[in-house]
């Protein structure tokens, strides 16, 4: 059933519906796509609003790169369901997009009032977080990350700082035992890959979270887990598992590539004059810009027909897979039409989602970014890259843009006057 609250009618233009059909879906894995994501969109761009892909070797899809019709199929519940189990009947059931696309219990994957009682859920959690407490512990981890390195004069901000300070976060906001903290941390990102590994990365981070589901029924703690245990929607212990591995895993990976891609951003770009301090623009600015250019989640929401239909010109059939291209979309020329609904509060970009299912953690993932950033900026001033920009990898994978490393070198601090931080003191929520 859609509820009330997550209607909208479908607002499709009425052209013509065409077959987009070239002759190849240009694939979005491998290196070329991960060296050069831009020149793709473009391509697509040139194909109409619609263009097809392949996702992984046999698995194909459409992608949206147009702004307005993103925007239409994201709000249109009444055209399109992410429920993905018709498609997934289709597929093979090793593929490696499925621990990304295949169904689960989860807001991700449910419609109406199903979606929005777990969503509740997670809102609710989220709505514990006490922004100040969570901009000390942030700041707090980060200076000990980067005192960890910081005497040796290099350092890979992503590897050492990028991935680690996220999940510290996670970690801490759901009493991850420190032992299993690598587990989540690898889980995710084979997870976001989707190479050959993934299902078992996948297995391994949800075979993590549901020994911690089982610790906390037995044992509650000050910490989400249990809230998410004890919440009235009443959740199932499989519900809780999908519903917090859901939370980690759309948090952890994208926060994480949102401060790489800003700092490689500042570290690049002229504007900054290629060190981390050098130039006059803000890491309010840099994660602005990424948002546009390069949003760490470039290719997601999974859509599909509920029967066959027409959109924005192209015949869809029923089932079949539709992404949007946030990367795409934002960048797309000439601008896109004005959109109010989209464009209140100065975010018009498409980079957290829109409709029902935007991402719910906006704010504390913007609040753990720029204090991430602000941090590195106060301490290592004169940083630069250690290679060409030309020589970074790029992760492999459809769904985000994520830098393999981001090695920089820096005038080494002293730090021998510096003891280890302590344990944080307090969660940043407050129960
Ligand atoms: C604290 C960090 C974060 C948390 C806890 C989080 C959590 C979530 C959750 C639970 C959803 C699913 C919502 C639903 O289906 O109703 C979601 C969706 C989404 N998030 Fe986040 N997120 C975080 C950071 C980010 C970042 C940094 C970005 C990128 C800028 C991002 C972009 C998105 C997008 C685009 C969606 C929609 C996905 C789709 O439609 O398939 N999130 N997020």
């Not at 807001?107 to 929005?116: E, I, R, T, Y």
């Not at 609040?367 to 991430?372: S, V, Y």
Request: hydrophobic share 40%; glycine share 6%.
């Amino acid at each position: 059933m859609t509820s009330p609250a997550h209607s909208a009618r479908p607002a499709h233009s009425a052209r013509p519906a065409r077959s987009v059909q070239p002759p190849q879906p240009l694939a979005l894995y491998g290196p070329d796509f991960a060296a050069d994501p831009h020149s793709h969109y473009r391509q697509l761009r040139a194909h109409g609003p619609l263009a097809p892909v392949r996702i992984a070797p046999g698995i194909d899809a459409l992608l949206v790169t147009d702004y307005q019709a993103a925007v239409d199929l994201l709000r249109d519940t009444h055209t399109f369901t992410k429920d993905p189990r018709a498609w997934q009947a289709t597929v093979p059931a090793d593929s490696p997009v499925l621990p990304m696309l295949g169904h689960r219990p989860t807001a991700l994957f449910s419609d109406g009032d199903v979606h929005a009682r777990y969503r509740d859920t997670i809102n609710d959690s989220l709505a514990l977080i006490e922004p100040h407490i969570l901009r000390a512990e942030v700041a707090r981890v980060a200076r000990q990350l980067i005192r960890d390195f910081a005497a040796t004069g290099s350092g890979d901000l992503v590897a050492q700082y990028a991935r680690r300070l996220p999940l510290h976060v996670f970690t801490t906001w759901f009493g991850v035992p420190p032992e299993d903290s690598e587990r989540i941390v690898d889980g995710i990102g084979g997870m976001f890959n989707s190479a050959e590994d993934s299902a078992a990365a996948y297995a391994d981070l949800v075979s993590v979270v549901t020994e911690l589901v089982a610790e906390r029924r037995a044992r509650p703690r000050r910490d989400l887990t249990s809230y998410f245990l004890g919440h009235p929607a009443g959740l199932d212990n499989d519900e809780t598992v999908r519903q917090i591995t859901l939370v980690m895993s759309a948090g952890h990976d994208p926060t994480t590539n949102l401060i790489g891609n800003a700092l490689l951003h500042m570290l690049t770009d002229e504007r900054y004059a290629g060190s981390l301090h050098g130039g006059a623009m803000t890491a309010h600015e840099a994660i602005n810009e990424v948002l546009w250019q390069d949003p760490p989640l470039a290719n997601f929401a999974a859509h599909y027909p509920r029967h066959d239909t027409e959109f924005h010109g192209v015949r869809l059939r029923a089932g079949q897979l539709l992404l949007v291209s946030f990367a795409g979309a934002n960048t797309q020329s000439p601008p896109a039409p004005s959109d109010p609904g989209v464009r209140s509060g100065g975010s018009a970009h498409l980079s957290w989602s829109a409709g029902p299912h935007r991402c719910p953690a906006k704010q504390p993932a913007l609040l753990i970014a720029m204090t991430a950033i602000e941090q590195l900026t106060s301490q290592l001033c004169d940083a630069e890259l250690a290679v060409p920009a030309s020589e970074l990898m790029w992760r492999p994978g459809p769904f985000h843009r994520a830098l393999v490393h981001l090695p920089v070198r820096f005038t080494p601090l002293d730090v021998t006057g510096d003891t280890a931080l302590s344990a944080p003191s307090e969660v940043s929520i407050s129960r």
